[in-house]
């Protein structure tokens, strides 16, 4: 089955600072659907960006960007100049093509962005 | 905001009692999904549905049963609860699959067994 490791269980960053979350992914699909989803203290969790394996571009979407390579397994994502409100849980996830309906998830990083 | 509403949010019970949670949607979306949130694990698929009364298992179903009997509600049903399903629950909603699309979560209702 898919796997996702985060390894970072707990980043802390001053504000402004660049940080990057490593994603890992394992699958045999050659089909498969990546995700970076992020869980802020009220607990919700509200989707960032979908990501499929045929795309390798990488995207840019403000201070937010992602860099997949298929080379290495890994879909990592960085936030340029952290704020405060960067805080959170953030989640990597996978699908395949072949079970699409379950999505696997990393264990999380918690990145803690402090003034 | 997508309409997913999950009831309750906050749930204190005691070991081999039933317990069942509720997942409503207001978006007709197909397909809903219920997750568990546990620390070190991030969230695993207890069991999801494609459609009125089509429903499977996920990657932690044992002890869970599910049921869909109209598109706007999701139950998830723990027969006889224990201490292991101490958790928070996620319900989800996608219109076309986890894969194409995003999938909307609910508020997270928090179980603690006894």
């Known amino acids: 089955a898919q796997k996702v490791t985060q390894a970072q269980t707990e980043i802390s960053v001053v504000e402004k600072e660049d940080v990057t979350l490593d994603c890992v992914y394992e699958t045999r699909d050659t089909t498969y659907y990546l995700f970076w989803y992020k869980q802020p203290p009220s607990g919700e969790l509200v989707f960032l960006i979908r990501?499929?394996?045929?795309?390798?571009q990488n995207e840019i979407s403000g201070r937010y960007s992602w860099n997949f390579q298929k080379s290495t397994s890994s879909f990592n994502f960085t936030i340029t100049a952290s704020q405060v409100v960067d805080s959170a849980v953030y989640f990597c996830a996978l699908s395949e093509n072949y079970n699409n309906n379950d999505m696997r998830f990393g264990a999380g990083t918690r990145l803690t962005v402090k003034p | 905001d997508a309409g997913i509403t999950q009831s309750p949010r906050h749930k204190v019970t005691e070991t081999g009692t039933p317990v069942t949670l509720r997942c409503h949607q207001t978006?007709?979306?197909?397909?809903m999904y219920w997750y568990r949130q546990d620390p070190g694990h991030g969230l695993r698929l207890i069991h999801y549905s494609y459609g009125v009364k089509d429903t499977d298992k996920g990657e932690v179903s044992d002890g869970y049963s599910v049921s869909r009997s109209k598109t706007e509600d999701f139950l998830l049903t723990l027969e006889s609860a224990t201490s292991s399903q101490t958790s928070v629950y996620f319900c989800a909603i996608s219109e076309s699959g986890a894969n194409t699309g995003e999938l909307f979560f609910g508020e997270g209702s928090r179980l603690t067994v006894l």
């Open positions: 990501r499929n394996s045929f795309d390798e």
């Open positions: 978006e007709n979306h197909r397909y």
